[in-house]
């Protein structure tokens, strides 16, 4: 049970030395308890080589750390200043067109380049040497938000030389890897990995294995520059936790394996700015939401990342008012910042920390605002944090336990299905969402699962989307549950190596699912395929051939089964349509014996054992009551105002 | 009168050896007498610089010679191998954006390398050679649909000597290349054919005369590049046919041109794909048949293509269910993989051949549905195949005669307008297949004719639309026919250096056609201008003056000439929607002395002399009789089921 | 009190040397005064280098002054010849991805490379020695359409280095620069001024400040360009005046600089070709106009051209007919090219010149139509040339006096919300026109003035919308009138420096206006908040808090003020549709004590003290009777038909 805290992001080397100990007063009367600073401070910490200036950044801890806060350190590796780069202009990345992404704005680095790894490990070394054991200093954050600006892949030369070593390890002969990427096709064979290219820039699109190990190869990249600024921390600065801020629908690295090396996961969550611009909502739900976010994308995320890192999470930055990166920015209704943090911390966030202290007048973020304005006047948001500061004190601390629904969540499937949609609207994060959302309707509360490493132990329902590949132990845990398990569309129609299974999709055992994928489509919008009395596949259906141990239970209207089941294990032939979801999930929560209610759009509903946590993102009142609600309320009641937020207890 | 063959293309180096046998039998006795086999094999014939590797090659074409089966052999130069590319980077064609296009996929060469050419000439040499008088080969293709992937025109260094060199040929002296361009225009005279670059990366648009001579220099480049094969093979492989395979909707180099060097013109049919990312059709009519495809799209190219090497012609890879490639990839409705094949053979096919035998499984196909799945099973095609073969026993072949009808057909056409379009709606195969649909809706069978070699004799109809420039053969064959000749919109425009016309356009004799266009619109969507009682103009029209031997016959609402006619020539002043064009027609006709009637939507009719065949892609059923059809039916009847086929003598 | 005048565009270079006399002969006959001529013709000029040929021009010139026709001779320097872009491939600019942009249309070089402006200098020397005092030279055109086909801007290692020595200059030390910017923001502050890049090929956005001082540099190049002729044509032909022909709707350098080293502004006007690709009309709208142009297109460049030279303005190119450059190109309706150049004239304009005299039939613009055919029959335009030529005749002259309303007008916040829109339709045009017309739907005449350079003396309304940054001139002509001024939205909301301002926009002394924006939202299209009674904002809010002396006049919906006045200073607080500009104007013109009526859509309608000028470009009769017009007329009556021009005094 932990007892949840707000904190702030904050950056002392914007501001004249003599108000930080004000701004830390000021913080601290607020309620804040933690602050983030100096993630993207290079230029101060090292104006140039070797010439350290860590004084300024010392003194604002003590500063702060004078006031009661705890402060996260960041790690400014995701702003190397110019100075650096200008020694080793060849640590730039260059993007799929040959571009190379210059200096100027951040995130302005190759993972694959040597010489910038070895910066990399000089200044966490320096700074967790000098500040690992500082009173002040709490937890650790490294970097900033990694694969943020499409940063993840890099088609350098750095990268060709990495990815060709990457590829020798891997496969150990060219051989190998013309086997396993089907290389005899279109004549593709390669006789030494010195041959390979990157897989940009091919005349019509390269081959799809090829693409898929550049994925998981620059994921891994990822990893292992993460990997090392972890092992210096941890080294120089022992029981301070490290903690990363993932970014929202981000799945160009695997965060499951980034997130086994934090002690803590993070996010950075701008419900407006993400359903600007992050979303694939029809324009009418945008419009009706434009100034409250989807009520489910920031649920999702909660739930996605307190996964990845085994349970402990935070929000790292909190949208406090309008920010300056979407394509429009509009400001929160009145409460959606104090509805927000109540929301993450219902999800289990040990901190919410908002996105930033002061607003800054200068620089390419001066339209993002803050808790303060740019004059020091306390912002729109103030007066809710101070709100939720209050509210959080009478709070003993959320339980989260595991809820009884699991999403087996698989970042090399968004890849996978990136790299051949075989129709446009084949995405991976959407078409989970969509599951996702469906089982949201019914009031249940969702844990992921990292297909790669799964426990399912204790689910009474498992659903299993648009899975690339099976690994052994994910068909081992299917095997062992008693869950309902909920298996596609287009889950295990692939082989890891990216080739179709030669027993064809699903590939499942017969034991598990005698079932055969014989041929798939995919639609464009407003082509549909209706299951007679259950609603339509949109986008992608299946043509599947059910053996004789599986039964279909229903077929869509040209006759292909849409719903086969064999034991606990039903498969779904295409990408339901809400309609479809909501009455195939109705029926499988009961059989699962799960009890569910309906949830109007609008409103995110999340369940702690017996507590319950209602928000309000729509502009109707909602009534708890009437969706057969009955509690206890401690904040709020069973009358739900416009971005009000219900913490009740179930009687 | 040619008895039609089945036929279906097969990767040996794809499977193990010990399957061949196995799949050759099943072939034969699935009624296939055609397999082509080779054309991407260039890694496995040579896997390193003359390590020639031919004996497993000559191993499978035994296997299915064994079985009764003609092969077709693909040279492998549409993907040279990475040792080949290399040894010689600059042979990589480069696009418009000055992007090298990469190894890693297909057709990754610029079509002007000098030792890219040699490379071809070496390797097609040694398989001519080797396998041009083997008993199993019956013919040969060369290389693979030339032009796919946009890949006829590389912006490389090789093409920019070539296209000086070819520019010197062609003009002799930079005074005259000026002043054929007008290169007074804008001071962009040359003084030396050195000066001159390619068209690509202006600060604007290029000269259209400088555009024009590139896509002129790069359609020959095509055509050169395969006569060089051509040659090589009809010098070691006497008798045999060669063929090559041709896309839809490819208009980048002169089908014409390149034809004259087959003995068989082929094509790729793909009635899914091209409805799904090639039709100009509206979304509605794009949904209605997204499961059977454009009802007249697969005509024209069977008709064109008819045209391109003076008669004889295969579909050498047709659709066999559900493909890859395509933005969205629906499987076909039952029974559509017998009626395309079927259509093809009313249309004069001399083979049909299914692309391809098995589902890969790997690489970048393998979503490319086949006659088998990738698990061997027959795929859903199999049976349609299956009865298709059968009921081709049961017929005695197609007689093709000449049509009544002629569509004068440009390649040229289609480059000046795509450079100088005015309206962006302006495409040539656009505005072509217009006119070709609106004549099918009449029930007519259309020839197409090569403008720069027509042979209008014999013709009761002539359609000349939007020809860019006449040329004395065509003008001769115009006065020589008593045919009626409909001419325009925009039909001799300009000259052929891409000027306008001295004495403007349409640029015909007075005593053919006295008129002339004083100025031309474009219009956007939903701008029209109205021809009383007869229907519209829209994106293009023209103000033209009659002179004294012209009549106007019917004017647009604003005054202007709508549709004038002097003889037997008639005139058309702009883009006729679909009631424009019907009306015109149906009144052009009955001067022709033709019989037509109203074919409705959805519904593909072929007549050849007394035999009439009915081809239903709608999901309606179609009565024969109702449309005044009576005939006595082989195949099929009046009452035509959705996906089904009648064939029938007219009584 | 100007008489007016008209012209033409003429390529003497174009045409037979025999054919220059008739040419001339008939300008005359039809009542043209003025000809354009050389601005393309350098390669002509000089072949080679060093080998002048000026003789032909010389020819050209004295024909066209023997038949009365006054020359304006440009500058060639639009299109530098390819032997001089071969000896310095380093003049080309390069493109935002780093694409060098060559040779083969025009405006092919950079304003920054050192040579090429040496070359500029020699060739306008050579010629204006050479035709300085030519009796038939009597103005001067410096270049061609500076800026068209986006060329103000080169991303070229000349300009690097031109703007690191601007930046020196500006700041003096990297440390100014570091804070103007507020570099200390991701770590991008400089030791050197060397470091310094350009801002394209950032990995996200660029520091704002970077790109303001990027917009400023290149404005400034292109200002010193244009001085450099000037200069030299001043020294050498005294008493022309020197003319530049600016586009329309082009932001990206500062007219009013440039325009003042110029005697004449001037500009090209293709109401067609502006409506179809430079318009941010709605889609019904532009079809409505489609064969006419947007009735207040042309007005708002008159007036605004009017103002960047101190009043003498003239319009050097008038579209006669179709053009070739926009998407679509349609024909004006009958008697629009006579309505466009009374319009202009009713606007100020000294000359109305004709683009082109022959429509040539080679080029990239053979489809753009001249007053003669390329036939040299006389196309559409010419009888309407004809009419306005004896019409004008009629005319003593037009007095422009000031307007009573000023809109204050400022490239630089053009640049501002180019880089920093914050919701995608923030464009200053679009803004800054919305004012504009609905200004014009009340029937005012208006002035533009220049934000760096006011003189508000003498209006009785001043308009400032969008304004990126106050000046201390601008201030102070704001506390010297007594005009009603209307601020914002987002006026004054940085400073010069890019940064919000220390108090917050709009700014001002609170002695003007005691108002702070405390935060501000872009909106997408279809969501807007509503000002009850009076119409709603669309676009763009802001929530200001008004101190103790402004005065709130109108709320928004949601409670936030929408309306707020101290004094004659009136604040709106976000862009207004329609509705809502159309009410605030109207309540502000009363309190100016200006007199209104409602003009229609389709009208354009001018006033110059007594008399008024009216414009139809609808498609309907309009009765100026019944819009409360009582005029004597000289030209046309109350009734105007469509494309039909009235001109009266009212009494």
Redesign the interface.
Known sequence: MTKPELGVCYYP??WPEETWAEDARQMADLGLTWVRIGE?????LE??RGRYEFDWLERAIDILASAGLKVVLGT?TA?????LV?EMAEML?VDA????????????YCFSHDGYFEECRRITNELAKRFGTNHGVHAWQTDNEYG??D?VHSYSSAALREFRIWLSQKYQSPEALNRA???????????SFD?I?L????????????WMDFHRFSSEQVVKFNHLQVEIIRRHSPERPVIHNFMGRTLSFDHFDLGEDLDISSWDSYPLGFL?DRSDRP?DF??RY?KSGDPDFQAFHHDLYRATSGGRWWVMEQQP??V?WA?????PNDGMVRLWSWEAIAHGAEVVSYFRWR?????????H?GIL???S?P??AFSEVSQTASELTAVDGIEIGKSDVAVVFDYPSAWAWKI?P???EFDYFRLVYDHYCALRRLGLSIDFQNAANPDLSGYKLVLVPGLFSWNQQLLEEMRKTEAQIVVGPRSGSKTG????????PPDLPADMLDL?V???????E??EINVPGSGSFKFWRE?AQAGSTASVLLDAEDGSPALIRQGNNTYLAGWGDDEFLRNILQDVTERAGLSTFNVPEGLSFRRNGKMIFAFNYSRENINLNELGIEAEYLLGGSNLAPSDVSIGKLT
């Open positions: 080397e914007h993207f401070a290079w230029s101060r104006p140039a400014p702003t190397p200043p110019k100075w200008d990345a067109d040959g571009k190379t992404r210059g200096f100027g704005s951040r995130r302005h943020c600006h940063s990427w089907g290389n005899v096709f279109w004549s593709m064979e390669y006789a041959e290219e897989p940009n820039l091919t005349v019509t699109e390269a081959n799809p294995s090829h600007s324009n945008a419009l434009a008012g309008p300056n394509t429009h920015n509009t400001a607003q800054a007048p200068f620089g390419q973020e001066q339209m605002s304005r740019p004059d006047v912002a729109h051949q075989q129709g446009t190596d990216f080739q179709i299974p030669g027993d064809l055969k014989a041929r798939v489509e995919s639609y464009p407003n082509l043509h």
